[in-house]
């Protein structure tokens, strides 16, 4: 009887303990996954307060661009507004210096690979050396639309021109540095590129610089001249000896023995160089000093010496000895020659772009010049109509 008893129990407890495991397993599935959930939702919270942070810093730029772009590393970005959609730099904010306290505070920028804290692209610093207004700005404006972060400008005009009566918009505005009165002939066209140089040398982003008159015009597009000059192993200053009255003829032996007749050099005042070539213009007192003197209170051209003379001194193979911004001098006379309205054609703006050989990189190429010279004001309508069909911009 007891054993009757005994089997009958058995079998109603055994549902019941079945039932009893069956809820454990339920409560450890509950509980497993509510941890997952919780684990998922903490490490989703982190990941959006990170990037959150991320770009309210702006620690992590990433720009697009058709060509590959290289990047460098700065400890902090640059003081910046905004103005009308633009990132622009005011450099009223860097304060009113002499010519040698800025050459010195430039010289004393460290080098690119000393900021390791912040990753940017690098960067061309196009330097405008413009007597007042910019009358072919509108063409700037859409060669440099879209690449913004990727270029720097810097202005220099007579101190007596209202620059922000109209040119100072755009990819403009704020781009006037201090300035001051330069004198064509006059040692005062050399203080004024070098005051360009050395104003865009304390942003270390800068990699290669060129400099511009309001007469030149963009022959490629941004990304083309941006590839070009950025990869290029070598600086564009013209540099070439002559005899003659307007280029042996000018040299004046007050110079010597610093800069001797054997060191005399004519070229182009438009130049284009890498920062390392750069910074050891800006540094080099000796030579500057020397020209100064010489060319005190005298026209003494020292726009067309003064560097070709200095690259073919130190350069030591790092200058290409040839320029990348086009003119024509088969006219004769002291000036080049300037184009009107009538001139501006497809076919002429293809001869500046191809038809040309020259070395790039230690190789031939077939692209010399990437920008052209004078462009009067007339021909601004008609540049910006052949722009997207010849220059593709």
Known sequence: MIMKYQNQITKLIAPMKLLYTNSNLLKLCCYIFILLATFLTFQLTIVSFSHKFSLHNNMHITLQTPQKLNVLT??????????????????????????????????????????????????????????????????????????????????????????????????????????????????????????????????????????????????????????????????????????????????????????????????????EMDRELAMEVISDQLQFLSFKTACNNSACYADEHYLPTWMNMYSRGRNSNRSVTWVDWSRGGCHPAKYRRMHITTKFLESLRVGKTCQYNGKRADICFLFARKFLPETLNRLLWFAPKVMDF
């Open 74 to 271: 700065i400890a902090s970005p640059s003081i910046t507004s905004k103005h009308k959609g633009y990132a622009v730099e005011s450099y009223a904010n860097r304060g009113i210096m002499s010519d040698e306290e800025l050459m010195l505070r430039a010289s004393k920028v460290p080098k690119m690979e000393e900021l390791p804290l912040k990753k940017v692209p690098y960067k061309i610093a196009f330097l405008f050396l413009i007597k007042g207004s910019l009358p072919l700005q509108a063409l700037w404006e859409e060669f440099f639309k879209g690449h913004e972060g990727f270029y720097s400008i810097y202005v220099h005009s007579d101190p007596s021109f209202n620059f922000s009566n109209g040119v100072a918009t755009g990819v403009f505005h704020g781009r006037k540095i201090p300035s001051k009165k330069v004198e064509w002939g006059k040692f005062s066209m050399i203080e004024a590129e070098l005051r360009l140089l050395a104003t865009a040398l304390q942003d270390a982003s800068n990699k290669r610089f060129v400099l511009l008159s309001e007469s030149c015009i963009p022959l490629f597009n941004f990304s083309t001249i941006y590839t070009y000059l950025i990869n290029s192993t070598q600086s564009y200053v013209e540099a070439y000896d002559k005899s003659g009255p307007v280029a042996r003829g000018r040299y004046k032996h007050r110079l010597s023995p610093i800069i001797t007749i054997r060191d005399w050099r004519k070229g182009s005042q438009w130049f």
